[in-house]
């Protein structure tokens, strides 16, 4: 099992900017590739951000490229999401996921609770 917790969600204008952060723990977390989806009201949950297990081969949504950055640490188990000049449609609850082990036979998800991400225009 991996548990995750996001923290770093909150309330800001057009323009702002947050960093949400997810800490892993009860696996070996440089075993898995780490995500961040984000749910609006009334839609799907969707892909945001995504890195690879040495933090490389990152992959954003079109919708965020240029303005979002994920990175990792895996001396620290947490991997975080920069997201700079923030619109209203970037509100949504955020997830952390984590997919792995690398390697396995059978690769598992794992989400963290989410943190709620609004931006007021």
């Known amino acids: 099992q991996v548990q995750l917790v996001e923290s770093g969600g909150g309330l800001v204008q057009t323009g702002g900017s947050l960093r949400l952060s997810c800490e892993a723990s009860?696996?070996?977390?440089?075993?898995?590739?780490m995500g961040w989806y984000r749910q609006a009201p009334g839609k799907e949950r969707d892909a945001v951000a995504t890195?690879?297990?040495?933090?490389?081969?990152?992959y954003y949504a079109d919708s965020v490229k240029g303005r979002f950055t994920i990175s990792r640490d895996n001396a620290k188990n947490t991997v975080y999401l920069q997201m700079n000049s923030l619109k209203a449609e970037d509100t949504a609850i955020y997830y952390c996921?984590?997919?792995?082990?690398?390697?396995?036979?059978?690769?598992?998800?794992?989400w963290g609770q989410g943190t709620q991400v609004s931006v007021s225009s």
């Open positions: 996921n984590a997919m792995g082990p690398r390697g396995a036979l059978t690769m598992y998800d794992y």
């Open positions: 009860g696996r070996t977390f440089s075993d898995y590739v």
């Open positions: 890195i690879n297990w040495n933090g490389g081969s990152p």
